[in-house]
Each structure stands twice: as C-alpha cells, then as structure tokens.
C-alpha cells in the first residue's frame, strides 16, 4: 500500500501524472497488471494518451488562468486517477484498497500543495513554483514506478 499512497502524493499535485507513469511502466512491461480490469493500462495508445494529457496539465499549470488544484472538479480527477494508479500498484489481492488509498490521499495532499504553491507564488512566481512542482512531481513518480516493478 505504500507504493498506491506514495502515488496519492504526487496525484495531490498534478491529477494525470500517476495515471500516466502507470500506464507508460506497464506498456513497457515494468509493471504487472495481469489480465484484470487494469490491462487496459498496458495498450500503448493508452500510455501515450495518459503522457499527452500529463504534459498538456503541466503546461496548463503555468497559465495565470489555471484554475486551483482544490476546485472540485479537480479533485474528482485527482482522486478518480490517483486511485486507479493506486489500484494499478497494490497487489492483486489488494486493489481495492490500493484505489481507496491512491484516491483519498491525492485529495487530501491537495490541499497542503496548493497552500504550499499559494504561499511561494508571490515570490517566485507561477512560472517558476510550476516548474519546481513539475520536477517534484516526475521525480516521484518515475521513483514510485520504479520501486514497484514487476
């Protein structure tokens, strides 16, 4: 559970990251999904859907119009893909558990990013508190990914 709550983490901050970072480790064999309901994951057309929407987040997020990540819609997605990329790290026998974690924590650590980003924007801007997120984020999520492989 550890890997599904770590992934919450980073969902907290940008909602496709974790969906991406599981869909693109399992296309590439790095992570086992077995022929569940997450195989889905593995399709590469999939995982470069997953990266194309990551990317498009990120450079959204430097955008003076960006809504907040706490809005609720942002949170749905938040948890929505933080709990399929929790159920897609837990073992089989855990998924659900591993979606319950993944979900819950990425909206709950929503709350601490955004406060964190709102208090560093005034000094460094959008730009730049965006870009600093963004490696946080890719950062953690290729090292969560990488911890759990196959």
């Given at each position: 559970?550890?890997a599904?709550f ?5 969902g907290?901050?940008?909602a ?6 599981v869909?693109i480790?399992?296309a590439?064999?790095?992570?086992r999904l077995g022929q569940?309901?997450?195989k889905?994951?593995?399709?590469p057309?999939v995982a470069a ?13 430097k955008?003076k119009?960006?809504p907040d ?10 948890f929505?893909?933080?709990?399929i990329a929790?159920?897609?790290l ?8 591993g ?7 990425a ?7 955004w ?10 801007g959008?730009?730049?508190t965006?870009f600093?997120?963004?490696?946080a984020?890719?950062a953690?999520a290729?090292g969560?990914?990488?911890g759990r492989?196959?």
């Amino acid at each position: 559970m550890l890997a599904s709550f770590k992934m919450g983490l980073v969902g907290g901050q940008r909602a496709m990251t974790p969906l991406a970072a599981v869909s693109i480790a399992a296309a590439r064999g790095e992570l086992r999904l077995g022929q569940g309901p997450l195989k889905w994951l593995a399709n590469p057309l999939v995982a470069a859907g997953t990266l194309a929407l990551a990317i498009g987040e990120m450079a959204g997020d430097k955008q003076k119009t960006a809504p907040d990540r706490i809005v609720p819609i942002g949170l749905a997605a938040r948890f929505t893909t933080s709990a399929i990329a929790g159920a897609a790290l837990a073992s089989p026998k855990h998924r659900w558990l591993g979606a319950a974690v993944g979900g819950v924590t990425a909206v709950i650590a929503s709350y601490p990013g955004w406060r964190g980003r709102m208090a560093a924007l005034g000094r460094y801007g959008q730009t730049k508190t965006g870009f600093a997120e963004d490696a946080a984020v890719l950062a953690g999520a290729v090292g969560i990914v990488r911890g759990r492989k196959a």
